[in-house]
T-cell receptor
Framework: IAGITQAPTSQILAAGRRMTLRCTQD?????MYWYRQDLGLGLRLIHY???????GKGEVPDGYSVSRANTDDFPLTLASAVPSQTSVYFC??????????????FGPGTRLTVL | KNQVEQSPQSLIILEGKNCTLQ??????????LRWYKQDTGRGPVSLTI?????NTKSNGRYTATLDADTKQSSLHITASQLSDSASYIC??????????FGAGTQVVVTP
């Protein structure tokens, strides 16, 4: 594994279905984040985790849940997908949550279409 | 209203020419500002970071400026190359707060 991997690369999903987007890192960063990117809008934070065992809500958390059982994995679950969740989802990591200067590193993204 | 506004939304430039992208923000209190480059189908990658006391920073052919008084930043691309075709995203961090992302400027460099 090199850096941050996300799976799947893309997915078409029927509305109402459950879906888990996977994110795995080998950078040993303690903070991880999930963003969605929509055309014409900036990246918006869905959920974050400052360290294994803790999670927090971002700007647009409704309809999504996360867990952080260990340092490396941070899955994002859509319990019952809706068309408005069609987006490109990016996982990111950082050296520490809350500190000002640390860069966030982004995965390659998952393109999700909900029909 | 987005606290980070970027302009233009998109631009097309000829290979070898220069261009400047703008970022205006209202985020307060200000901690730092990063410019990211996002290639098509990839995640963003940091180009520069600037803090309150810095007004110019370069990374190769990319030069970022910051005027913290007017809350404006620019990213200048010198002698553009085809590989510069990408979206450029301005990201501002509030002190001990989360990031605020601009919508990005899509740059297309043509031969």
């Amino acid at each position: 594994i090199a850096g941050i991997t996300q799976a799947p690369t893309s997915q078409i999903l029927a509305a109402g279905r459950r879906m888990t987007l996977r994110c795995t890192q080998d950078m040993r960063h303690n903070a991880m984040y999930w963003y969605r990117q929509d055309l014409g809008l900036g990246l918006r934070l869905i959920h974050y985790s400052n360290t294994a065992g803790t999670t927090g809500k971002g700007e647009v958390p409704d309809g999504y849940s996360v867990s952080r059982a260990n340092t490396d994995d941070f899955p994002l679950t859509l319990a019952s997908a809706v068309p408005s969740q069609t987006s490109v989802y990016f996982c990111a990591t950082g050296l520490a949550g809350g500190e000002d200067y640390n860069e966030q590193f982004f995965g390659p993204g998952t393109r999700l279409t909900v029909l | 209203k987005n606290q980070v506004e970027q302009s233009p939304q998109s631009l097309i430039i000829l290979e070898g020419k220069n261009c400047t992208l703008q970022c205006n923000y209202t985020v307060s209190p200000f901690s730092n500002l990063r410019w990211y480059k996002q290639d098509t189908g990839r995640g963003p990658v940091s180009l520069t970071i600037m803090t309150f006391s810095e007004n110019t920073k370069s990374n190769g052919r990319y030069t970022a400026t910051l005027d913290a008084d007017t809350k404006q930043s620019s990213l200048h691309i010198t002698a553009s190359q085809l590989s510069d075709s990408a979206s450029y995203i301005c990201v501002v961090r509030r002190s001990w707060g989360k990031l605020q992302f601009g919508a990005g400027t899509q740059v297309v460099v043509t031969p």
